[in-house]
């Protein structure tokens, strides 16, 4: 008489502890290990900006990085930036921010109005961009993360530029030059003041009266 063979039951696995488990992925290490400091100072803007005019399409480069310092934009702000938001005979700039930001109109000063002039006419595509790659494509928020980083390394600048630097640059030049918090606010697009207060206590001329 034959045995009756056992019918084998699939066993699941002991549940895993993923906390117990090591991680294997290099944990990124944070900003002050990459950089002394998140924003650009004048100086360092206006080498900036130089070492941009000297690339390969150098007022387009210029013209993109001088915009998005004056007007504390994003990358996807000026990237997503549209002739039909400027008015040249004005001098007007309708500010859009993403993030839920407050928009505003800015007014255009005069060496960035001159560049945006000749970035018109020189414009064959006559794209909805403002600013268009040389596949007469809007140019992509990596695509100028990668401008800010190559123009850092020609201005010789000894750490890493990402595009958020141009956009805290201006807000700290602006608190150093004595402008009102609140102002400051709607100017860059801030919801909550909490984020515009940031500038305004590492301003140096807090302390301007201290040792008079």
Request: glycine share 4%; charged share 30%; proline share 7%.
């Amino acid at each position: 008489m034959t045995k009756p063979m056992l019918k084998l039951v699939p066993q699941e696995p002991p549940p895993i502890d993923i906390l117990q488990v090591p991680r294997t992925t290099p944990t990124r290490k944070p900003n002050a290990a990459y950089r002394p400091r998140e924003y650009l100072t004048p100086t360092e803007m206006d080498a900036l900006l130089e070492a941009a005019r000297k690339m390969r399409h150098g007022h387009r480069d210029a013209t993109m990085l001088l915009v998005a310092y004056r007007h504390g934009f994003r990358a996807s702000e000026v990237c997503d930036l549209r002739w039909d938001q400027i008015d040249l005979d004005q001098a007007r700039l309708h500010v859009r921010r993403v993030k839920r930001g407050t928009p505003s109109t800015h007014p255009i000063s005069g060496d960035e109005l001159r560049s945006l002039r000749r970035l018109r006419r020189e414009s064959a595509a006559h794209s909805d961009f403002v600013f268009v790659s040389e596949r007469k494509a809007p140019f992509s928020t990596a695509g100028f993360a990668r401008l800010v980083e190559r123009a850092g390394k020609e201005a010789g600048l000894a750490f890493k530029c990402h595009p958020d630097m141009l956009r805290h640059a201006c807000g700290y030049k602006l608190a150093n030059d004595g402008h009102d918090t609140r102002a400051l606010q709607h100017y860059m697009g801030h919801k909550n003041i909490q984020h515009t207060v940031r500038y305004s206590e590492l301003s140096a001329t807090r302390f301007n009266n201290f040792w008079k």
